[in-house]
């Protein structure tokens, strides 16, 4: 068995795609994936993500996410909002639809559960 450490300044991020264009409500928000393990239903890994604003649904999955940098909020269909800035966890239960807002480019740590 081994341990993983990563620095977050020292990631080397694979390229970026952009957000869906069904999904953008504005901007042009890209997004990139490191995958740290995949193993049947879950899957933890980094993820950043640049400015814009987009929708989300977490149909079949939960999803616990903590912010590395960057800030913004995520908005609930009911307009609830989770204001994202370092250090702040969040967890989304299998279902959770709403958006992102992202005002500075976001990295987050996460692991998703699929149901």
């Given at each position: 068995m081994t341990a993983m450490r990563l620095v977050t300044g020292d990631v080397t991020w694979p390229e970026s795609t952009a957000i869906a264009a069904d999904r953008v409500i504005s901007g042009s928000p890209r997004a990139s994936t490191l995958v740290l393990h995949e193993s049947g239903a879950c899957q933890l890994g980094l993820w950043n993500v640049t400015e814009g604003e987009f929708t989300t649904d977490h149909a079949g999955y939960v999803e616990y996410i903590h912010i590395l940098g960057g800030r913004g909020r995520l908005v609930d269909l009911d307009g609830n909002v989770t204001h994202l800035s370092a250090g702040v966890t969040v967890l989304m239960d299998?279902?959770?639809?709403?958006?992102?807002?992202?005002e500075e480019t976001i990295s987050k740590s996460y692991t998703t559960v699929n149901q």
């Open positions: 299998e279902g959770w639809n709403g958006r992102w807002v992202v």
